[in-house]
């Protein structure tokens, strides 16, 4: 009995053995293809934990920076940011304060700068939205009127449709091109909830310019 199990072990033995030549470095290979797939993720997630512990330390940085409203030190600050965790979201907030700092002392080439780079570069659609609108008031301010309409022109979140018309017919109202203006307060102003108070405001600008807000409702 003894060497009756004695051989059916042996004979297990052998066949393991056989498959694991047959098999083995296959098997081996596919291990280590997943261990390797495994510690890459980990190691991934880590880096990216990494970045994002030092694009906040940049960005808590960058607002003490723009407090001190000096704007070759927030541009050199705000460039650093750019190299090192440009695809960041911090970086895309980074911007828009940068923008808002630089407008506010007068530095409007760099607030420009910072805005295009968020509409250019910017991976969240509404930060790039945010930054397109901001940029249209300025290139408005300028009276660069043709290049605010191109910057409304790209796609922008849904969810700002309603000030992307209220911005192009500022535009149009600037340039003196009424019909245009009124339509796009028209459509701003329907787009905007019924208790909004910006909603209140457009229609002002409609009533501005001899229209009726009644008449954007049909």
Same mark, same amino acid.
């Given at each position: 009995?003894?060497?009756?199990?004695?051989? =059916? =072990?042996?004979?297990?033995?052998?066949?393991?053995?056989?498959?694991?030549?047959? !098999?083995?470095?296959?098997?081996?290979?596919?291990?280590?293809?997943?261990?390797?797939?495994?510690?890459?993720?980990?190691?991934?997630?880590?880096?990216?934990?990494?970045?994002?512990?030092?694009?906040?330390?940049?960005?808590? /940085?960058?607002?003490?920076?723009?407090?001190?409203?000096?704007?070759?030190?927030?541009?050199?600050?705000?460039? /650093?940011?750019?190299?090192?965790?440009?695809?960041?979201? !911090?970086?895309?907030?980074? &911007?828009?304060?940068?923008?808002?700092?630089?407008?506010?002392?007068?530095?409007?080439?760099?607030?420009?700068?910072?805005?295009?780079?968020?509409? =250019?570069?910017?991976?969240?659609?509404?930060?790039?939205?945010?930054?397109?609108?901001?940029?249209?008031?300025?290139?408005?301010? &300028?009276?660069?009127?043709?290049?605010?309409?191109?910057?409304?022109?790209?796609?922008?979140?849904?969810?700002?449709?309603?000030?992307? &018309?209220?911005?192009?017919?500022?535009?149009? &109202?600037?340039?003196?091109?009424?019909? /245009?203006?009124?339509? #796009?307060? #028209?459509?701003? !102003?329907?787009?905007?909830?019924?208790?909004?108070?910006?909603?209140?405001?457009?229609?002002?600008?409609?009533?501005?310019?001899?229209?009726?807000?009644?008449?954007?409702?049909?």
């Amino acid at each position: 009995m003894a060497n009756h199990l004695d051989l =059916e =072990e042996q004979e297990q033995l052998d066949q393991l053995k056989h498959f694991w030549k047959q !098999y083995g470095n296959a098997i081996t290979w596919c291990l280590i293809a997943v261990l390797g797939a495994f510690a890459a993720w980990n190691g991934y997630q880590y880096w990216q934990r990494s970045q994002a512990a030092q694009a906040a330390a940049m960005f808590d /940085e960058i607002e003490k920076v723009a407090r001190g409203s000096d704007p070759t030190k927030l541009d050199r600050a705000f460039g /650093e940011m750019k190299d090192r965790f440009g695809s960041t979201t !911090y970086a895309q907030q980074a &911007a828009l304060l940068v923008a808002k700092s630089q407008y506010e002392i007068g530095q409007l080439d760099s607030a420009k700068a910072a805005l295009g780079w968020i509409a =250019e570069k910017g991976g969240d659609k509404g930060y790039v939205s945010i930054a397109r609108l901001r940029l249209a008031a300025i290139l408005l301010d &300028a009276k660069a009127y043709d290049e605010a309409l191109k910057v409304l022109d790209a796609d922008l979140n849904e969810g700002f449709s309603a000030l992307r &018309a209220d911005r192009r017919g500022d535009i149009y &109202a600037a340039q003196g091109k009424k019909a /245009e203006a009124k339509e #796009q307060y #028209q459509m701003a !102003y329907k787009a905007l909830e019924e208790r909004s108070d910006y909603r209140r405001l457009v229609e002002v600008k409609l009533n501005a310019l001899g229209a009726q807000a009644g008449d954007a409702a049909k």
